[in-house]
């Protein structure tokens, strides 16, 4: 279990960066799948930090990794306001250039690079599971 | 993130180095702003040596796609790895761009 918990601040991203790089130098793992993972955290932490906290205080998110028989499944725990992300997709992909709205593609790209979704809300926290296939 | 400029015959090349993440776009969304503002529309971006781009770096593609749609005119992508091609392709951005 690889274990990294960062504040709700821009500065977690390249804490983010640094974590799967080695993690993907530890497990030789793919540029595609480094990528995809960095991807897929950037995402989900970046939502969070512009719409998930309601005030000005500092938070802690915490992001345990675990990788099994090629799965990869990140479990991730913060206080944020509730945010089920499963039942949430506002990209439309067939939009037209003039139509194409910005908001919302950072959530598509992160749950087409996910296999599986878990979200669980409990003590006041967000509990998200995502499961990443290798191969 | 590092941007190379090369301005010649009224084309303007970027060679973008590094990642383009919600950190660096702000800084690629100033350069496309200037060289749209100085009235550029040929525009190549080289993305060899870019290794990561998440959604941020794609909306400030976007935004200058929609800039060079209104004279129909399209950015065109050269060298860029099959993984970043494939998120343009996830978002439905790929007919914005002419990709080489």
């Known amino acids: 279990m690889h274990t990294l918990t960062v504040l709700n601040s821009a500065d977690s991203l390249i804490q983010i960066e640094n974590f799967i790089l080695e993690i993907q130098n530890n497990y030789k793992l793919s540029p595609k799948i480094g990528f995809e993972l960095n991807l897929i955290l950037e995402e989900l932490i970046t939502n969070k930090i512009k719409y998930g906290f309601s005030d000005d205080l500092e938070h802690l998110i915490e992001l345990n990794l675990n990788i099994e028989n090629n799965l990869i499944v990140i479990k991730i725990i913060d206080d944020a306001d509730e945010f089920d992300l499963i039942d949430y997709d506002k990209n439309d992909i067939n939009k037209s250039i003039r139509e194409k709205e910005v908001g919302g593609l950072g959530i598509y790209l992160l749950k087409e690079k996910t296999d599986e979704l878990i979200y669980e809300r409990n003590d006041n926290k967000n509990i998200l599971i995502l499961k990443k296939k290798i191969s | ?100």
């Open chain 2, 1 to 100: 993130m590092d941007i190379l400029t090369e301005n010649k015959d009224k084309l303007v090349t970027l060679k973008i180095t590094g990642r383009l993440d919600t950190n660096t776009a702000p800084d690629l969304e100033k350069k496309l702003t200037e060289i749209l503002d100085a009235g550029y529309v040929n525009l190549t971006i080289d993305f060899d040596e870019l290794d990561y781009i998440s959604s941020s770096g794609l909306r400030v593609l976007l935004i200058a796609a929609k800039d060079l749609d209104e004279v129909s005119k399209k950015i065109t992508f050269i060298n860029v790895k099959d993984y970043i091609k494939e998120v343009f392709d996830i978002a439905g951005f790929t007919i914005l761009f002419d990709f080489k």
